[in-house]
């Protein structure tokens, strides 16, 4: 899916999900805070606060205000000061204080009350802790769209409140990991238990070796001399090496989806790894389509488990297994 078709496809599912009375309280969409992202949150509220049969128009008044962030039910609020940190704020005037009232007031006029946070893996932990007691208990009325490039920034305890829409390629895909998981991906799938453990090892180094250079980014950040305790900075790295986790198992996804397409006789300028055709083709070769379609499906299984507490070795093992 290109990232244009991905954005249209996030939008649609948001409209219907407003049209059937289904929409979440609170999304986090993973984009640029300045560029996609926003574009994508103006957007939807566009949509939401139109009045004209076709939606959005982007001329009418609601529309020309939602795209002028001066709309009545439709707060923004994005990093400030020099330290550019979204802050709680000393009263409900400022910081996530007033978001949290902006959202509990009834709208003026659409159905909504609106906030958008830009940037906002820059909360800092007041703040954070702050804004996720109205996530907690979001009010009636409310919407809440959380924009980020850097979502394993936030957390976990924020990010397992929201639904979750990718707009950007995920960036652990150039991770400096990827060729060690290229050498285990091109072995082709374990054929036995004892090769499933081996591979699943090979994938469990890798992530060490990631766990280690995230605790020592977060360092070299100097996030710590803010007001961030020690507690925050372990749930950051552990939300990090759960994102490169997932996008570990992502690659193996695209991998394997790649051996369905070669199964099916696909032209090679379908495949993710083109680089890697010849590979692929190979280990296409030894299974039939029943057997490359249940690879799919079971590493989307996998990924759908995945933050869900399970140990490293489990998700890789299984993921890899050839049946
Ligand atoms: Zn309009």
């Known amino acids: 899916m290109s990232s244009i078709d991905s954005f249209t496809a996030a939008l649609d599912g948001l409209k219907q999900g407003h049209e059937t009375g289904r929409l979440a309280h609170a999304y986090l969409i993973v984009g640029s805070p300045r560029g996609n992202a926003m574009e994508f949150v103006e957007s939807f509220i566009r949509f939401l606060f139109c009045r004209e049969p076709t939606k959005p128009c982007g001329t009418c008044a609601e529309c020309r205000r939602v795209q002028d962030h001066a709309h009545p039910d439709v707060m923004w609020i994005g990093p400030e000061s020099k330290a550019r940190w979204i802050v709680i704020g000393e009263d409900e ?54 924009v980020t490039n850097s979502a394993q920034s936030l957390l976990p305890t924020i990010v397992s409140r929201c639904q979750r829409i990718v707009l950007s390629a995920a960036p652990e895909q150039d991770g400096p990991w990827q060729s060690a998981l290229l050498d285990v991906l091109r072995r082709g799938p374990p054929q036995d238990s004892i090769e499933a453990l081996i591979q699943s090892g090979r994938l469990k180094s890798i992530l060490n070796e990631v766990k280690k250079s995230v605790g020592a980014e977060e360092d070299a950040s100097g996030k710590e001399d803010d007001d961030e305790s020690e507690e925050s900075r372990e749930a950051r790295i552990a939300a990090r090496v759960l994102e490169v986790r ?78």
């Open 93 to 146: 005037e400022e910081g996530i204080r007033k978001v949290n009232r902006f959202v509990s007031l009834s709208p003026y006029s659409g159905q909504r009350k609106v906030a958008v946070i830009l940037e906002a893996d820059r909360m800092n932990e007041s703040a954070a802790n702050a804004f996720l007691k109205t996530l907690e208990e979001p009010p009636a009325s409310s919407l809440l769209f959380l």
């Open 246 to 323: 997932t996008g570990l198992m992502r690659q193996v996804l695209l991998w394997k989806r790649d051996l369905l397409m070669a199964v099916l006789g696909a032209d090679d300028s379908v495949l993710h790894f083109g680089d890697e055709k010849q590979v692929i083709r190979e280990q296409a070769a030894k299974m039939n389509y029943a057997q490359a379609m249940r690879q799919v499906e079971s590493m989307e299984g996998i990924i759908r488990r995945l933050g869900r507490g399970l140990p490293d070795e489990a998700v890789f093992e299984v993921g890899l297994r050839a049946r």
